[in-house]
């Protein structure tokens, strides 16, 4: 089965500086890779997401890209602020699988004023 | 509206107890999910409905029923649990099928047992 691991597992950030988060894969058939945002207490909210035959996605601060050769992608947010401060959780999966998503073990982003 | 939504946001039940959890999404999704989150862990799966019949079964203890009685329902029953059960329960919902996948999560029960 599909197996993701997500690196760092801590990370603090000052305002205004960029932050990244690297997830690598190991089923070269999942082709779709959803980045979850997970505030304390509540669930994991959908933030951006990337399909695998596009190699970069942006959504206003947060960007994603995709290496299918080297199965990895990544997360970037630019100018953090403190409400970035979440639990940042990767995923794989193959599209249209029923059997959905595999996560990363999750990256605790700080965001220090 | 993309809101999946779960009640009752807080539980806390004794081992001989029988509670429901219940979620709700009026988004037309055909799948839904109920996935158990212990603290600083990813959401790990327990069951997958898909078009109101149960699909995955995460070898979850029976202790654990699952049931989606519409499209847009889905309950999970709790009888006899363990203290180590507790934890956040999410629920999430997708299309089901196609490139359509975007899973979507409700805020989740936290389940304490005592």
């Known amino acids: 089965g599909e197996n993701v691991e997500q690196h760092p597992s801590t990370l603090s950030v000052q305002e205004g500086d960029s932050a990244v988060i690297k997830c690598t894969y190991s089923d070269s058939a999942s082709n779709y890779f959803p980045w979850y945002k997970q505030e304390l207490g509540k669930g994991p909210q959908l933030i951006i997401d990337i399909r695998s035959n596009v190699g970069e996605k942006k959504d206003q601060r947060i960007a994603v890209t995709l290496n299918k050769t080297a199965k990895h992608f990544s997360l970037h947010i630019t100018e953090t602020q403190p409400e970035d401060s979440a639990v940042y959780f990767c995923a794989a999966t193959l599209s249209g699988s029923a059997r959905q998503l595999t996560f990363g073990s999750g990256t605790q982003l700080t965001v220090l004023p | 509206d993309t809101e999946v939504t779960q009640t009752p946001k807080h539980l806390v039940m004794g081992m001989t107890n029988k509670k429901s959890l219940k979620c709700e999404q009026h988004m037309g999704h055909r799948a839904m999910y109920w996935y158990k989150q212990k603290a600083k862990k990813p959401p790990e799966l327990m069951f997958v409905y898909s078009y109101e019949k149960l699909s995955i079964n995460e070898s979850v203890p029976s202790r654990f029923s699952p049931e989606c009685p519409n499209s847009s329902l889905l309950n999970l029953h709790l009888h006899a649990l363990q203290p180590e059960d507790s934890a956040l329960y999410l629920c999430?919902?997708?299309?089901?099928?196609?490139?359509?996948?975007?899973?979507?999560f409700g805020q989740g029960t936290r389940l304490t047992v005592v």
């Open positions: 999430a919902s997708s299309q089901g099928r196609g490139l359509n996948t975007e899973a979507f």
